[in-house]
C-alpha cells in the first residue's frame, strides 16, 4: 500500500514538474522572440537571458539552504502560485500595452519567474531522491529528464506558432493556466513535509552555506567537475543569445526558432530515455572527458552550417550529449553526497557553474553585433575544448567510475578513497 502512495505522490510531483517546465519554456522562448524582434539586436536577447542567469546565480544557494532545513511542499506550492501571479500581471501589461517597454518587462518578468523556479529547484531534487529507491535513481532521473524533455519540447514548439497564431496576450493566458495546473498537482501530493535537517529558526543561513561550500571544496571531483561546468556554460550562454538570430538567418522567424529549440529539447529527450542506463555501463570520469570533445564539434557544425537540417540535428546531438553529462553529473551529486548537504551542494552548484554566464552572455551579446553571430560561437567552443582537456588530465575526474554508484547503493553516505 506504502509503494502504491509512493508512486501516486511521484506521479502528481511529476504531473506539476512537467506543467511548470511546459509552461516555463513557452514563456522563455516568448519573451526572448520578443525582446530580440523589437530591434533585432543579440544584446537586447542577451539581457533577458542575462536576467534569467543573475537570479539562478544569487538565488540557487538560497534554495539549497530551504532544502534542507524548510517544509518542501509548502515551498514549492508558495513558489507556483507566485509565478501565478507575475505571469498575470505580464498578461494584463501586453493586454493594454502591446508595444510598451517590451525588453524591461521581458527582463524583468524573466528574472522574477526564474528566482521562483530556481529557489524550489533544490527542492524537487531531494523530494525525488526521497520519492525513488537508490539502486533506480539513474533510471529514474533519466525517465525524469525526458519527461521534462518532452514538456519542454511541446511548450518550445508550440510556442512560437501560437505567438504568430494568437498573439502575446492570450499566448501569456495559457501559460497561466497550465501554472494553476502545476499548483493543483502538488497540492494533491502527499509528499514528505520534514525537513532533512533539525536547524532552529534562529540558525545561520550563511553558517549552513559555509557548511555546505567546505563540503563541496573538499570533495576533488566534484570541485573539478564544477570548474569544466563553469566552462562549458560560458559556450553554452553564447549559443542562447546567438539562437534568435541564428534563426532568423535560416529563415521564417518564430517557427524557425521553435523549430531550432525542439531539435535541442528533443536531443535530449532522447538521452533521458537511455542514458540512465548507460552512466551505469561506462567509466563516467573519461566519459565527460568525451562528452566534451563531441559539445565542441558540434558547435562548430552549428558555426558553419546554413541548412536548417543539419543545424537541427547537429542541436539534437548536442543535447543529446549534454543531457548525457548531466545524468552522470547529477547521479554522482545525488548518489554520493551526504543527505545532509543534498540541497545545499545542488544550490551551490547551480548558482557556481552559472557564475561567468551573465558576464559572458553581455559580452558575447556586444561582440556578436560586431564580429557577427557566427563567429562569436566558435570563439565560445574553446572554452568546451578547455573543459575537455580538463576532464582527460585531471586523476580525480578519471577516477570517478560506475563501481562508484554501487558504492552508493549500499551506503548513504559518501566513502570514497580519492
Given at each position: 500500500m506504502s509503494q502504491k502512495l509512493n508512486n501516486t505522490n511521484l506521479l502528481l510531483f511529476l504531473g506539476s514538474n512537467i506543467s511548470v517546465t511546459f509552461g516555463l519554456s513557452m514563456f522563455t522562448i516568448i519573451m526572448t522572440w520578443l525582446a530580440y524582434n523589437g530591434r533585432g539586436s543579440l544584446m537586447d536577447s542577451a539581457f533577458v537571458s542575462i536576467a534569467m542567469m543573475v537570479a539562478q546565480l544569487l538565488i540557487a544557494p538560497i534554495g539549497g539552504v530551504i532544502a534542507d532545513r524548510s517544509n518542501r511542499k509548502k515551498v514549492i506550492v508558495l513558489c507556483r502560485l507566485?509565478?501565478?501571479?507575475?505571469?498575470?500581471?505580464?498578461?494584463?501589461?501586453?493586454?493594454?500595452?502591446?508595444?510598451?517597454?517590451?525588453?524591461?518587462?521581458?527582463?524583468?518578468?524573466?528574472?522574477?519567474?526564474?528566482?521562483?523556479?530556481?529557489?524550489?529547484?533544490?527542492?524537487?531534487?531531494?523530494?525525488?531522491?526521497?520519492?525513488?529507491?537508490?539502486?533506480?535513481?539513474?533510471?529514474?532521473?533519466?525517465?525524469?529528464?525526458?519527461?521534462?524533455?518532452?514538456?519542454r519540447l511541446v511548450g518550445q514548439g508550440i510556442a512560437g506558432f501560437l505567438l504568430a497564431w494568437i498573439g502575446t496576450s492570450w499566448s501569456l493566458l495559457t501559460i497561466l493556466v497550465v501554472f494553476i495546473f502545476a499548483v493543483l498537482f502538488i497540492q494533491f501530493s502527499k509528499i514528505s513535509t520534514k525537513p532533512v535537517n533539525n536547524y532552529s529558526e534562529s540558525s545561520s543561513k550563511l553558517r549552513e552555506l559555509k557548511e555546505g561550500w567546505n563540503y563541496l571544496i573538499n570533495i576533488p571531483?566534484?570541485?573539478?567537475?564544477?570548474?569544466?561546468?563553469?566552462?562549458?556554460?560560458v559556450s553554452h550562454s553564447s549559443l542562447t543569445i546567438a539562437a534568435p538570430a541564428i534563426a532568423k538567418e535560416l529563415g521564417n522567424g518564430p517557427q524557425t526558432f521553435s523549430l531550432l529549440t525542439m531539435s535541442l529539447v528533443f536531443g535530449g529527450l532522447v538521452c533521458g530515455v537511455i542514458g540512465g542506463r548507460m552512466t551505469k555501463k561506462i567509466k563516467t570520469g573519461l566519459a565527460f572527458g568525451y562528452l566534451n570533445l563531441l559539445t565542441g564539434l558540434f558547435t562548430i557544425i552549428i558555426a558553419f552550417s546554413h541548412s536548417l537540417i543539419l543545424t537541427c540535428a547537429a542541436v539534437f546531438f548536442l543535447s543529446f550529449v549534454i543531457t548525457m553529462d548531466d545524468i552522470m553529473y547529477e547521479s554522482i551529486v545525488m548518489l554520493l553526497t551526504d543527505s545532509r548537504y543534498r540541497g545545499r551542494i545542488k544550490g551551490l552548484q547551480v548558482s557556481i557553474a552559472m557564475l561567468l554566464m551573465p558576464f559572458a552572455m553581455l559580452l558575447g551579446g556586444y561582440v556578436g553585433d560586431l564580429i557577427g553571430v557566427r563567429n562569436l560561437i566558435v570563439i565560445s567552443s574553446a572554452c568546451v575544448f578547455l573543459a575537455a582537456i580538463i576532464c582527460f588530465a585531471n586523476k580525480h575526474v578519471r577516477s570517478v567510475y560506475s563501481e562508484y554508484y554501487e558504492h552508493a547503493v549500499k551506503n548513504e553516505t559518501m566513502q570514497i578513497k580519492l
Open positions: 507566485l509565478s501565478c501571479v507575475v505571469i498575470f500581471i505580464v498578461f494584463l501589461h501586453f493586454y493594454i500595452n502591446g508595444k510598451l517597454g517590451i525588453v524591461i518587462v521581458s527582463m524583468a518578468a524573466t528574472f522574477l519567474l526564474t528566482i521562483l523556479s530556481t529557489l524550489s529547484g533544490p527542492v524537487q531534487s531531494t523530494i525525488l531522491r526521497e520519492l525513488v529507491e537508490k539502486e533506480k535513481f539513474s533510471s529514474v532521473y533519466g525517465n525524469f529528464i525526458a519527461l521534462s524533455g518532452v514538456s571531483y566534484l570541485k573539478w567537475l564544477l570548474i569544466t561546468a563553469c566552462l562549458t556554460n
